[in-house]
């Protein structure tokens, strides 16, 4: 059974998920500008100033034709998930010199069916692949196909693939996959919440059968990656660990609460940090790492890490409405990249601020080439509701991670002693009503007196 309806037009984004959380960034840049400026990678034009791939390069995944995954409809608004996501930030490596020039490109191929069965249904990736023969179709409400869009679904699985077996053999000295559409909504049997292949599971598992035993999913998109989730959490050899706006399921897409660690012998494995609300920055994202992600992550000992990098939790982001800045995410980047003796691969998830995306995962490309992350966090501040966050987390975890156990007990004193604090009662000045000077010669002086203090009202004892 298919999992949409093919029309030649399927209407609006009608209940969309995450359409309704904010409005959409503008483009910053004029398409022509953005067409000038991106990312040329056609070999047979000779176009690409080719960087001499060995292990201590890092290495690009990218191909003009996922730029053809658009929404045919025209909205009154563009949908955030469009080609421009890749044109900016591919704008913003140029200018950089960072690609091309300090980076190489891995060659483009799509995904096999096979590869693709060992993640999805039969029935989920036939769904996707029949959008080949429509002009447009919807997958869910916000979830949108052309007749181009299964191409650019099985170029972004491939390249990712590829990208974790190059870095996990040594091939590369890490990776980041420039690619779209996203795919940690994407679960087995259906895809959803702009994606349609899950790119990180197809990593891992390309990973794993190029030797890996042990693979780590860190997940930092704003929305919680319930496909990621439901196609490893009964799996041990696979940790994901994904921090993200819940808000107790009242954010898209619901799932990804602090109790959700995994089910059928795999308890433990499942990671969730749910923030309870908008807002979360800087320090409570390297606040959690420090307290929750890195204890654990050591523990587990990966061979490869994965980062599902959404940048819709950066400043700015018209659906995340975070405060993460790009020395935020260079910092979480930099922190992730000694796990696993440096075999790091960054995919790119969500991120629709245009000038957020692209500034960002520049600071993160910078890292993996061996720049410094500028602003070191040592002793994170958090707020309040991601002190109790990363406390709840904490203490569900420590079950399963007994490395955990100490950092819990003096999270739990401290959070005591910061709560005590903040309810010790203020005593409050009143502000007097100031009465209008006239009144001092007027009918109303005794009044105006009464209100400036000077005189005092006895009540009348019984």
Not at 201 to 219: E, N, R
């Amino acid at each position: 059974m298919l999992l949409y309806t093919v029309t030649s037009s399927c209407g609006e984004h009608r209940e969309s998920g995450i359409l309704k959380h904010g409005f959409f960034a503008p483009s910053f840049l004029h398409k022509s500008t953005l067409l000038e400026a991106e990312l040329e990678t056609r070999t047979d034009k000779g176009m690409v100033s080719q960087v001499s791939t060995s292990n201590s390069s890092t290495a690009i995944g990218f191909d003009e034709r996922m730029l053809l995954h658009s929404e045919v409809e025209m909205k009154s608004h563009p949908h955030p998930e469009r080609p421009d996501r890749l044109r900016a930030i591919a704008a913003s490596l140029a200018t950089a010199g960072i690609f091309p020039g300090r980076c190489y490109p891995i060659p483009a191929r799509e995904i096999t069916k096979e590869e693709l069965e060992m993640v999805h249904s039969a029935e989920n990736i036939q769904a996707v692949e029949v959008s080949s023969n429509v002009i447009s179709c919807y997958f869910t409400p916000d979830t949108y196909a052309n007749k181009h869009s299964a191409q650019a679904a099985r170029l972004a699985a491939g390249l990712c693939a590829d990208l974790a077996s190059e870095v996990f053999s040594g091939r590369a000295k890490n990776g980041f996959a420039l690619v779209r559409p996203p795919g940690h909504h994407a679960g087995v049997k259906q895809a959803m919440g702009f994606c349609l292949h899950n790119n990180a599971a197809v990593s891992a598992l390309a990973a794993q059968a190029a030797g890996a035993k042990k693979v780590l999913i860190v997940d930092w998109d704003v929305h919680h990656g319930n496909g990621t989730q439901e196609i490893f959490e009964q799996n041990k050899s696979v940790l994901y660990i994904s921090l993200h706006r819940h808000e107790f399921g009242r954010f898209y897409p619901g799932t990804g609460a602090a109790d959700e660690v995994g089910t059928m012998g795999a308890e433990g494995y499942c990671v969730n940090v749910p923030w309870s609300q908008s807002g979360v920055g800087d320090n409570d994202y390297i606040f959690a790492f420090k307290q929750v992600v890195l204890p654990i992550a050591s523990a587990f000992a990966p061979d490869l890490t994965i980062i599902s990098a959404g940048f819709d939790a950066a400043r700015g982001d018209p659906l995340g409405m975070c405060d993460v800045t790009p020395a935020g995410y260079a910092q979480m980047t930099y922190l992730l990249n000694i796990v696993s003796g440096g075999k790091l691969l960054v995919i790119l998830e969500g991120g629709y601020n245009l000038r957020s995306i692209s500034s960002s995962a520049t600071a993160v490309i910078k890292v993996l080439l061996g720049e410094s992350p500028g602003c070191d966090l040592d002793d994170p501040l958090p707020s309040r509701a991601g002190m109790k966050t990363v406390l709840d987390v904490l203490a569900i975890q420590k079950n399963f991670w007994p490395v955990l156990e100490s950092s819990f007990s003096q999270l739990q004193s401290q959070y005591e002693i910061y709560t005590t604090q903040r309810r010790k009662p203020r005593k409050k000045r009143g502000r007097g009503v100031v009465p209008p000077l006239c009144w001092r010669w007027s009918r109303k002086r005794l009044l105006y007196h009464v209100l400036k203090g000077q005189l005092r009202v006895r009540g009348k004892g019984f």
